[in-house]
């Protein structure tokens, strides 16, 4: 099966560059992981400082 690229130009920056595909959704998966890192303590911290007559 042949990889995908993806080609994206950036005409501001003048430069060019191409991904595959795995390695773009690669760096989404990462990045979707550590957003749930960031959702996840938050939801710590928040049950940590309310009283639970507030839920």
Not at 6 to 15: E, L, P
Not at 25 to 54: K, N
């Amino acid at each position: 099966m042949d990889d995908v690229v993806i080609t994206q130009t950036r005409k501001k920056a003048n430069a060019s560059y191409s991904l595959s595909a795995h390695t773009v959704v690669t760096e989404l998966a990462e990045t979707l992981r550590g957003c749930e890192e960031v959702i996840e303590d938050a939801a710590r911290d928040f049950a940590f400082d309310r009283p639970r007559d507030l839920w």
